[in-house]
Every structure is written in C-alpha cells, then in structure tokens.
C-alpha cells in the first residue's frame, strides 16, 4: 500500500460517490438568496471586494468573487443575486469536504486491513454521514466560511496522513506551506500545527526536529507581532525584518537550511492577508475596520469587534471543563445519533491489533480529534446555553468530520471482524464434519 498514490481506486470512487450525492442535496436545499447569520455582509464583501468580519478571510473572499463571476445571471424575483453564487460556494466546499472525507477514511479502512468493499462502503457511509449532520448542512446551504475551512481541514489531514506513508521530501515543505496559508482560511487551523508536528515526528526524527523549530519560529514571529507589531508599523516591520534576516542567517548554515525554507514557507501562507489593506485603500460598500491603517488592520485580523476570548483553565476549574465535554458529547450525538457515534470508539480499542502503520495513521486522527475538539473548547470557552450553542457548533465541524471518519472505520473494523469469525467457525465446522482418516 506504501507508494506515491495514496489514494486509489476505491478511495477516489469512494469520493465521487459521496461529493456527488452530498451535492445533490446541497443544492436542492440551497438557500435561494441572502440568509441570517453574517450572509449579507459576507456576500457583500465578496461582491465588491472588499473586507469581510474578522479576521478578514481574504482567500474565502476572493473565491467567493470568482464564484460570482461564474454565475453572473444569477437573479432572484428579476434582481442580481450574488448571493445564489457564494451558497453555491459553500455547498461546493460542503460536498467536496465529503468526498475527501469519504476518501480519507477508505485508505485508513484499508489500512486496517479490511477488504475492498467494506472500506469503500465504510467510506461512503462517512462522507454521507457527515454530509447529512445538521451543522454541515446549515452551513453549506447559505454563505458562510465554514464548509471552506472544512475541506481546507481535510486536506491538510489527508496530505499529513501520506506523508507518514511515503515519507518523502517535498511533503514537510507543501505542508508548511499549506500550514500557514491556512490561518489566511481561518484563525481556526492554528490548531493543525500540532497534528504537523505529529506526522513529522511519526516520519522521522530529523524531519520533527526541522518542523518543530520552524514551527516555534513561527509561533514566536505571530506571538510578538500580536503583541508589540501591532502597536505601531516600525514595530511590525522590525519584527518582520528581524524573521527574516534570522531566515537568512539559518539558510547559510547546511544543517539548518531546512529550517530557514520550511519557515518561510509558513510565514508565505500569511501573504494573503496583504489583501485587507489593498481592498480597503479603495472604501468599498464592506469595509470591516478600515483595514487601510495600521490600527484598523489589526482591529480586523485580531477580531478587535469580538469580545475578548478568555480560555478556560482546567485544572483550575475541572468542574467546567467536564460540563463542556459532556457539553460537546452531546453535540456529537446530535450530529450523528448515540449508536452510531458509539461507533467511533472502535478504532481506539481495535488498535493495539492493527499494524504499525495503521496505529500512526489513527493516532493522527486522535490527536486531531483531540486539538479540534478538546483544545478548540478550552481555548473557546463555550458557553452552554442554546443561543450560545447555536452560535459555536460550527466551530467544531472539523472535529465533527473526524467523528465520521472514525465512525466508518469502526464500521469497517467491526465488519472484519465479523466476517473473520464466520470464517473462522465455518472452518471449524467443516473440520469436525469431515475428520481425518
């Protein structure tokens, strides 16, 4: 199974199947025109290019233009309808998220040694299991960020997943990339620099040692520019200035030249943001902040309109965090049913008999289960009640899709095993009923 393709026929089956039929129903519940939630100001933004609620989403902003610019006879009751187009975006980036979900947990269905059909169908029944749970479906029916940030998700998680696999070279440099190009989708998948440095360390030890510096020069650069570049611009053009000549100086060392390349890929991915002063330097209709000032643009990016998010301490308060588990169990049974989430514990007591690869795929799987999940609640703080629960699920959809996936690997694990055991006591039977002469 070791190879460059990581996917293959039945995985990419597998995809098409689930992506076609979650889009199907997408788009025949699609939202007709502007919704509640921040659909109007979103599709305002991306209509005229301008700057979107923070932090910004400057990438989802200009793909949610390019998709108005496909569909420019969009009308609604004879009117022009941008807002048809960014709902079809998201119902896009909905259903592709399912596909490669489907995908995704085909290959660690395989993995684990179940046969072709059963991981396909284990597959198939993740990707529509995602597809049809509530909050997947109330974000990829109107515009919002969410499906986008998704897909983004499983993407980083699949091209993570091979590169434990292959073990090649170029796979650190896409993913640092990838890495930081996503905090330009959402603040959200800061999250996925753990599982990065994971799969680093499941590959080889020199590749976790290059990745974990880079990844600690990168949080220190984010860090001080958060807390002393945004006060005023020399500030922040020393502290970029300084990143880079320390680039620079890891770069003409041999032993630290991964170091310096994997770290400017990662601060590459924030050139996005570039986006936010340019589009507001033109005052379009949506201009969250002002981004054209050095004041404004850091009220934007550091959600400076949002109230102050206060972490939860857990050892301090085990009380609370143990309500928001409970809290978010309850999300995840909402999402899928009790039984079938139940499901999902397979893997995790199936997985002392699975062989090594398998184990460093879902151990993958776990810890970013656990960042999306566990992390995400104690770093959002989440109040419980059902406005505030209305208001915070679809943070949680990548941790969702993860729940899924594991949910049809279980069922693929749990079939196999099944199936062995006729086997096994068909073999038995026929033994007893013919003895030997």
Request: hydrophobic share 55%; aromatic share 14%; charged share 10%.
């Amino acid at each position: 199974m070791t190879g460059a393709r990581f996917f293959g026929a039945y995985e990419w089956k597998s995809a098409g199947i689930a992506a076609f039929l979650a889009f199907v129903v997408f788009r025949a519940t699609l939202a007709p025109t502007v919704t509640l939630e921040y659909s109007g100001a979103l599709v305002v933004a991306a209509d005229h290019l301008g700057v979107a609620r923070p932090p910004g989403y400057p990438v989802w902003t200009l793909l949610a233009k390019g998709f108005i610019c496909l569909f420019p006879f969009a009308q609604y009751h004879g009117h022009p309808n941008p807002a048809w187009a960014v709902n079809w975006m998201s119902a896009f980036f909905g259903a592709l998220a399912c596909g490669l979900l489907a995908a995704t947990t085909c290959r660690l269905a395989r993995t684990a040694a179940a046969p072709g059909a059963a991981c396909a169908v284990s597959g198939i029944a993740a990707g529509l299991l995602f597809a049809a749970s509530p909050v997947l479906w109330s974000q990829a029916v109107i515009a919002e960020t969410h499906t986008l940030t998704t897909f983004y998700f499983l993407g980083l998680l699949a091209l993570s997943l091979r590169w434990i696999d292959v073990a090649d070279r170029r796979s650190p440099y896409l993913l640092a990339f990838l890495a930081g190009l996503g905090l330009s989708i959402s603040p959200l998948l800061i999250l996925f620099l753990p599982v990065l440095l994971l799969a680093a360390a499941l590959t080889a030890p020199k590749d976790f040692a290059r990745v974990s510096a880079a990844a600690l020069l990168f949080g220190g650069f984010l860090f001080a520019e958060f807390t002393w570049g945004s006060r005023r611009p020399a500030t922040g053009a020393a502290g970029l200035g300084i990143a880079l000549a320390l680039a620079g100086l890891l770069a003409v060392f041999r032993p630290t030249r991964p170091v310096a390349g994997l770290f400017l890929l990662l601060l590459a991915g924030l050139l996005p943001y570039v986006y936010l002063p340019l589009a507001s330097d033109r005052n379009p209709p949506m201009n969250m902040g002002y981004a054209r000032t050095w004041e404004g643009f850091w009220h934007v990016v550091s959600r400076g309109q949002y109230e102050a998010m206060v972490p939860l301490d857990p050892f301090a308060r085990p009380g609370i965090f143990f309500r928001d588990l409970g809290w978010y169990a309850r999300l995840v049974a909402a999402q899928f049913t009790a039984p079938l989430a139940a499901l999902a514990l397979v893997p995790v007591v199936a997985l002392r008999r699975r062989n090594r690869r398998a184990q460093a795929a879902f151990l993958l799987v776990f810890v970013a289960l656990i960042c999306f999940a566990v992390v995400a609640i104690v770093g959002a703080n989440p109040q419980v009640d059902v406005q505030n629960t209305w208001v915070a699920r679809p943070i949680f959809l990548p941790s969702f899709a993860l729940v899924a996936l594991l949910i049809g690997a279980g069922w693929a694990m749990l079939w196999n095993g099944i199936a062995g055991f006729a086997r096994q006591r068909r073999g038995a039977e026929a033994g007893a009923g013919n003895p030997a002469p």
